[in-house]
């Protein structure tokens, strides 16, 4: 089983659609949770960090089920530009600060 | 205030052949990973350098070894290339010293072709 498993879509929605993104992970003791956004053949670039009370930030909102062990990611209003994608981020042992992805789930937003 | 800058951005080599890859840390951060991406998947770690030493060590064979300066700066070092290291190499910084997260953020990537 993955360490992160998410989708891998590809998500195709319209202008103005709302959409979510899940994502599990193995290791219950994990200690940090990230959503990072990914242009093609670009560099990936931290989205928003999440929280146990769920944060949002604009149209984005994140949220994280310990016991679950299940992590999320609301888009609203979805624009052109959120076409990328999303990759969900786990850090299994905050000391150490080792990311570990999931593959990945490709967003495509059409006019 | 520069982020994190790699180079060099493409670099094309041949089977059997050593690669180095250098990675220069967002200012004010101490702490270097880095990671391999193949085609369609997501970033894998590879090692973590903080205090010129290796903290830690994802799955990857010794044919990959690095090095970090007292500047902060690293060198990622591929010996004996396989067809299978073709990817992007991408390097991170944080910063671990007192005052810091573990918010990681990424250069843009050194994309190697193996031939």
């Known amino acids: 089983r993955k360490e992160v498993e998410q989708d891998p879509g590809p998500f195709n929605v319209p202008e103005g659609a709302t959409v979510a993104f899940n994502c599990t992970y193995s290791n219950s003791a994990s200690q940090s949770f990230f959503w990072y956004r990914q242009d093609c053949r670009k560099e990936p670039k931290l989205l928003m960090s999440v929280y146990s009370s769920g944060n949002e930030d604009g149209r984005f909102t994140a949220q994280l089920n310990r016991a679950s062990q299940y992590i999320s990611l609301l888009i609203r209003d979805s624009k052109l530009s959120d076409s990328a994608t999303y990759l969900c981020v786990v850090n299994p042992s905050g000391g150490y600060n080792k990311l570990i992805f999931g593959a990945g789930t490709r967003l495509a937003v059409h006019p | 205030d520069a982020g994190v800058t790699q180079s060099p951005t493409h670099l094309i080599k041949t089977r059997g052949q050593q690669v180095t890859l250098r990675c220069s840390p967002k200012?004010?951060?101490?702490?270097v990973s880095w990671y391999q991406q193949a085609l369609g998947q997501g970033p894998q770690f590879i090692f973590q350098y903080y205090e010129e030493e290796e903290r830690q060590r994802g799955n990857f064979p010794d044919r990959f070894s690095g090095h970090q300066f007292p500047n902060y700066s690293s060198e990622l070092n591929v010996n004996a290339l396989l067809l299978g290291d073709s990817a992007l190499y991408l390097c991170?910084?944080?910063?671990?010293?007192?005052?810091?997260?573990?918010?990681?953020?990424f250069g843009p990537g050194t994309r190697l072709t193996v031939l």
């Open positions: 991170a910084s944080s910063r671990l010293a007192r005052g810091g997260t573990d918010t990681q953020y």
């Open positions: 200012s004010g951060h101490d702490t």
